[in-house]
């Protein structure tokens, strides 16, 4: 992490990384719009979305699993967890609220012809990239999510790429589970071909981005 310099540095870098988080969400709002697919790691809390049940729409979903994430953290360092990271519950909390509002504002947007629900999936995953990288950016903290790859990668010596490309995997078998149990399908809107789309074009968009951010803050 990227020492502050001052209260004004701060509050950039925070404003910074909270509009990030605002974009990511937008962006896998309109992912989930087109009907395709949504990005891996959304995948089993818009899976269990998908019941209809009272109060776990898709936001609520979002916190309880970001929450989870969180205290995997914890379970796993136990008394090794730094208590600066604390903060990832508020931004779990926050991750939800976004995703609620992104679903909400991204209402007028439809499912249409094939091609156009790709160009959702292509849209949405630059968004994402963007959000992500004006994350990284900022420089404050992580999401619960990459929190919880991070500990696992440094608990388990494992190659990082391993254990995210593991993560992301283990979450999307998540959803296909759920919805196979509770939907009776496996492939549904859930888990598509704009699933892998995202988990490949991302890291892509999030790179390209960061790349032009680092640029403009020398």
Request: charged share 15%.
């Amino acid at each position: 992490m990227e020492k502050i310099q001052n209260k004004k540095d701060f509050i950039i870098r925070l404003v910074v990384f909270i509009l990030g988080m605002f974009v990511s969400c937008y962006g896998i709002a309109i992912t989930t719009r087109s009907m395709l697919g949504t990005t891996p790691i959304a995948s089993p809390y818009y899976a269990i979305s998908l019941f209809n049940i009272k109060y776990f729409d898709f936001g609520m979903c979002a916190f309880i699993f970001n929450a989870l994430f969180f205290f995997g953290q914890v379970l796993i360092l136990r008394k090794k967890f730094p208590p600066i990271q604390i903060v990832q519950l508020p931004i779990a909390l926050a991750t939800g609220l976004f995703i609620s509002l992104s679903m909400f504002l991204t209402q007028f947007i439809h499912a249409g012809a094939y091609w156009w629900n790709i160009l959702l999936i292509i849209i949405g995953s630059a968004i994402i990239g963007l959000g992500i990288a004006m994350e990284v950016w900022a420089d404050l903290t992580y999401m619960p999510g990459d929190g919880l790859v991070k500990v696992i990668y440094e608990v388990s010596k494992l190659n990082f790429g391993v254990v995210k490309v593991s993560f992301d995997v283990t979450l999307v078998v998540m959803a296909m589970l759920i919805t196979y149990f509770g939907l009776g399908e496996i492939f549904g809107q859930c888990v598509r071909e704009g699933t892998l789309i995202s988990a490949l074009t991302v890291g892509v968009f999030a790179d390209m981005f960061l790349k032009l951010m680092k640029y403009k803050k020398q």
